[in-house]
């Protein structure tokens, strides 16, 4: 069955280091993948789109790994800071542009 | 524009009452999704349109739940009858097209008592 994965265990870090999340999907070609932050009460809000042919994609503090091969992206979250506190989603965008979501990890970063 | 814009953003109900969920896309959205969140089951997509026609209903939990997007820019969820179980976060969100971001509206929170 088709399953994406995330650590549902919270990230808890220290300000000023680096947070790396993973994402792991299973019977899924995707084209596209998304990240997206969500916070308490509120939808989700898109970071970075990274597509099959790209390896590497950053944005900032942040930077995204797509590895086809291991069918896994990472998300790392460089000199964090408080308020990157949040859970993190990714989304696999498969065949006719569907859009699944993880689970996501929530992130809190302490000063 | 104003974003996605869902309503209503809170609706209590008694469990076999009909809910009605509407959601207005940004315009020039080709892609409309909606979406349920729950604690324990993530952020299930249900239901998604492009050009306002449905393409994959393969997440609508039941015959109970049911989709319409009549125009471009309206589009409605509705669960008859409800109960208890369906009580979540109600998310609709659209995109321009296949290969970009998709835009959340803030949700509708529904209780079903």
């Known amino acids: 069955s088709q399953k994406i994965e995330q650590n549902s265990e919270a990230l808890n870090i220290q300000e000023g280091k680096t947070a790396t999340l993973t994402c792991n999907y299973t019977n899924y070609s995707p084209a596209y993948l998304q990240w997206y932050r969500q916070d308490p009460g509120r939808g989700p809000v898109f970071l970075l789109l990274?597509?099959?042919?790209?390896k590497e994609k950053r944005k900032e503090r942040l930077k995204v790994t797509f590895d086809t091969t291991l069918k896994q992206s990472l998300f790392h979250i460089t000199a964090s800071q408080p308020a990157d506190s949040a859970t993190y989603l990714c989304?696999?965008?498969?065949?006719?542009?569907?859009?699944?979501f993880g689970g996501g990890t929530r992130v809190l970063v302490k000063p | 524009d104003a974003g996605v814009i869902q309503s209503p953003r809170h609706e209590v109900t008694e469990m076999g009452q009909e809910v009605t969920l509407r959601c207005k896309p940004i315009s020039g959205h080709d892609y409309l999704f909606w979406y349920r969140q729950t604690m324990m089951r993530g952020l299930e997509l249900l239901i998604y349109?492009?050009?306002?026609?449905?393409?994959?209903d393969s997440g609508m939990p039941e015959d109970r739940f049911s989709a319409k997007m009549p125009n471009a820019s309206f589009s409605t969820l509705k669960i008859q009858p409800s109960e208890p179980r369906d009580s979540a976060v109600y998310f609709c969100a659209s995109s321009l097209a296949g290969d970009t971001e998709a835009f959340f509206g803030q949700g509708t929170r529904l209780t079903v008592v």
């Open positions: 349109f492009n050009n306002n026609v449905p393409i994959d």
């Open positions: 990274i597509r099959e042919n790209e």
């Open positions: 989304a696999v965008q498969a065949a006719g542009n569907k859009l699944t």
